[in-house]
């Protein structure tokens, strides 16, 4: 996708002349009021969130619904519906984006590795691969363990071989297809870190082959015993592909600028092997309820729009639409987007604080980041550094919904507690929890359900969802350096009184009085003026 290049951030420079302006201006003139970002994050508690996470699991409980919310199917759409009428309720005007998406079905498979035989969960089959019918082949591993390209392949001949390569460096599907190349006829990845591996080819891709995620142990015991000698490896799929229609929902306030929108978004799809409330009713349910207590505020300086992402887990399907539909059909709309934030799971069992690592210092990011980034990523540092809350940095990994924005150009951070991660000592020293079990036990799972919530987590992540809601509806000056607006306002007139030239004349000993307090009025009036401007410009600092 080209990238597309943003305005030019150079009203930075008039920023100060901009205020002192409008702190020469006084009087009767109205305009919106900024939302006090402290307040409005106390209206967003966890325990509304969590009745909106019991809707969702009730709906994917729901007789016919299979347990899931997955893409395409009546959990989807009785969610889809459930959001749609919460924001009706509280006053918002939605809209349907409307896709088609190919969705997988695995019927049946089967790995055995050297005699032993791995279950679906042991070894997950990619989205979107190639089945096959029975094949059993030696394994081979290529020069460069990542087997991402032709080069890596270079004087190894995996004809009728199953090839086995590590996470890392590539796509999945660049390394089925390179496998291919070499002439493998299937695929195994193994994990470059604890845990399984659920991967994705994102699409259905022309030129691979049947392709198996493992987990990193098994992944190292392999390849050392493929040095030692031949290892007999046999494979089967049964798989089935459809094509489907899905949707986005959107909703926006009804106030604020509407050429300095704030987008939110979550994704409201599961994976079809369970309700997905962590996975991501979490991010979904908490946005709804921000988006209701906003429309409670009154008059906004932004506008705020709210996307619920339909597809997320057949490859970000929903968001990529969103950005590309707008990207053919109206760049300037895109423009007028100031920022993204994306929250992806926000309730894990055995969490971190994660805040999407704009500025590269705690991880580096394998994509360029767009300029404002850093600042957005910011309203969250500084938030937590005032409430004294640890947080650590995680990956723009292209794994959630931000990565169509960022490839255009549109600043981006987030909030995430992690997923099939593992808790390492330094995190479990910040934020308690297991070492060396992932942070989400049960991602992509049956139990990713109500009791998979971790209530602490999700009480920290929301009052940090509904802070920078509220921050950023005020102002994005540090963003992309539009101000708020300055009331333009009248000069108050005091009531004419009744001449006194004897006064002047005489230089009585009454008009020293009298001008003092005409100066000290002039001055409280400056000094108030000067705090209103200034106040204007402090929304997104950390608090004192």
Not at 429 to 454: M, R, S
Not at 462 to 484: H, M, P, R
Request: include cysteine; charged fraction near 15%; aromatic fraction near 6%.
């Amino acid at each position: 996708m080209q990238k597309k290049q943003r305005r030019s951030r150079s009203a930075f420079a008039a920023i100060g002349a901009t205020a002192l302006a409008g702190a020469m201006v006084w009087g009767g003139a109205t305009s919106a009021s900024a939302v006090d970002q402290d307040a409005f994050a106390d209206t967003v508690t966890v325990d509304a969130i969590m009745e909106r996470l019991a809707d969702l699991q009730a709906i994917a409980d729901a007789p016919g619904n299979g347990g899931n919310r997955s893409a395409g199917s009546p959990g989807y759409e009785a969610s889809g519906q459930y959001v749609e009428a919460v924001l009706a309720e509280a006053g918002y005007t939605t809209s349907r984006q409307v896709f088609d998406v190919t969705t997988q079905t695995i019927e049946s498979q089967s790995v055995t590795v050297g005699g032993e035989i791995l279950t679906p969960e042991q070894a997950i089959p990619m989205a979107y691969t190639p089945g096959t019918t029975p094949i059993t082949f030696d394994a081979i591993v290529p020069a460069v363990s990542t087997g991402c390209t032709a080069d890596d392949w270079a004087g190894v001949d995996a004809t009728d071989r199953i090839a086995v390569v590590s996470r890392g460096v590539c796509s999945f599907a660049e390394k089925s297809v390179a496998a291919a190349g070499a002439g493998a006829r299937a695929l195994l990845v193994y994990n470059s870190e604890p845990g399984p591996l659920n991967g994705t080819f994102g699409e259905v891709v022309d030129g691979t082959v049947p392709s198996f995620g493992i987990e990193a142990d098994r992944g190292a015991a392999l390849v050392t015993a493929i040095g030692a000698g031949a290892v007999s490896i046999s494979v089967a799929l049964e798989q089935t592909t459809a094509t489907v229609s899905t949707f986005n929902v959107i909703a926006e306030t009804a106030t604020g600028r509407a050429d300095n929108v704030v987008m939110l978004g979550s994704h409201l799809d599961s994976v079809p092997e369970g309700p997905g409330i962590n996975d991501n009713g979490s991010g979904s349910a908490t946005l709804l309820e921000v988006a209701v207590q906003l429309a409670k505020q009154g008059e906004l300086n932004n506008k705020v729009r709210f996307a619920w992402w339909g597809a997320e887990e057949l490859g970000l399907v929903g968001s990529t639409h969103y950005v590309d539909d707008l990207v053919e059909n109206d760049p300037a709309a895109l423009d007028r987007i100031a920022t993204y934030l994306n929250f992806d799971m926000v309730g894990s069992p055995n969490y971190i604080i994660g805040t999407y690592d704009a500025d590269e210092s705690s991880v580096p990011a394998n994509v360029e980041i767009p300029a404002g980034s850093i600042e957005t990523e910011d309203v969250f540092e500084n938030y937590f550094t005032s409430i004294g809350q640890p947080f650590v940095g995680t990956s723009f990994d292209g794994r959630s919904d931000y990565q169509a924005f960022i490839d255009n150009g549109i600043p981006a951070s987030g909030l995430f507690t992690g997923a099939d991660d593992v808790k390492t000592e330094e995190e479990a020293a910040l934020f308690g929890g297991i070492v060396g079990e992932t942070l989400d036990q049960n991602y992509h799972q049956a139990g990713d359900n109500l009791e998979n919530i971790n209530e602490e987590a999700l009480g920290i992540m929301s009052k940090a969802i509904a802070f920078a809601t509220a921050s950023l509806a005020n102002d994005t000056v540090l963003i992309n350096g539009v101000a708020a607006p300055t009331p333009v306002e009248e000069t108050p007139v005091a009531p004419a009184a009744a001449p006194q030239p004897a006064l002047a004349a005489t230089g009585s000993a009454d008009a020293g009085p009298l001008l003092a307090v005409s100066s000290l009025t002039l001055l409280v009036g400056a000094t108030m003026i000067g705090l209103r401007a200034r106040r204007r410009y402090s929304s997104t600092a950390p608090k004192s």
